[in-house]
């Protein structure tokens, strides 16, 4: 089975400043984990996604997450945050074979705001 | 290219009723999933279909269904309503199916129960 967790519901943050999103998984088999942000009234938007190709992943908007498997971690990062970062970030995972197909398991979000 | 199209946008039922949610997928996207998003649950897997089979099913009662059609639209189905079933409904599609593929969401259907 697998599981994932966010740590922090909500994060604050000055504008200019680190962006850190925790995401900690459980996968029985090799993982394929994926980072969604969703805007108010909106559906999701895929960031970035890791498929076993490289541990660092770049995505969109200047977000990129480092896989550690020792840590079973895939944390969001981002260097500089911007106004428009504030959004609901979530954290997913889907096991790679088997059959559960395109079935992705959430975390249940952070709340990201970014002040001026 | 057009992106996933849900309709309608709100939907508002009483309980004991039922309800139909429709999805159009991205052209050419064989896969469809769905998902109910709640502030208490998050974010829930209902189903997955592809080439009109359900492939995956989530942890949902009967009253939960869906199908898909030739042309990859898919519609779920909820009877019998209940108040907890007030929910974001999210429809997702992929080319292919596959644990890796990345889904592209619609924008939702916002049901509310009373």
């Known amino acids: 089975a697998q599981s994932v967790t966010q740590l922090g519901s909500h994060v604050s943050v000055s504008e200019g400043a680190l962006v850190l999103l925790r995401c900690n998984y459980s996968?029985?088999?090799?993982?394929?984990l994926f980072w969604y942000v969703q805007y108010p009234n909106q559906g999701l938007q895929l960031l970035l996604k890791?498929?076993?190709?490289?541990?660092l992943v770049k995505g969109i908007n200047g977000f990129e997450a480092e896989f550690k498997k020792s840590e079973t971690s895939f944390h969001l990062t981002k260097p500089s945050a911007h106004m428009s970062d504030a959004a609901e970030y979530f954290c997913?995972?889907?096991?790679?074979?088997?059959?559960?197909?395109?079935?992705?398991?959430f975390g249940q979000g952070t709340i990201l705001t970014v002040h001026p | 290219k057009a992106g996933v199209t849900q309709t309608p946008r709100y939907l508002i039922k009483t309980r004991g009723q039922q309800v139909t949610l429709s999805c159009s997928p991205i052209?050419?996207?064989?896969?469809v999933s769905w998902y109910q998003q709640t502030p208490g649950q998050g974010l829930q897997f209902l189903f997955e279909?592809?080439?009109?089979?359900?492939?995956n099913k989530g942890n949902f009662p009967g009253r939960f269904s869906g199908r898909q059609f030739s042309n990859s639209r898919s519609e779920m189905n909820v009877s019998t309503l209940e108040l907890g079933d007030s929910a974001l409904y999210l429809c997702?599609?992929?080319?292919?199916?596959?644990?890796?593929?990345?889904?592209?969401f619609g924008s939702g259907t916002q049901l509310s129960v009373l």
């Open positions: 997702a599609s992929s080319p292919t199916q596959g644990a890796g593929e990345k889904l592209f």
């Open positions: 052209s050419g996207h064989r896969s």
């Open positions: 890791y498929t076993s190709a490289a541990t």
């Open positions: 997913a995972v889907s096991e790679a074979g088997g059959t559960s197909y395109g079935k992705l398991t």
């Open positions: 996968s029985s088999v090799p993982p394929y």
């Open positions: 279909y592809f080439s009109e089979t359900q492939r």
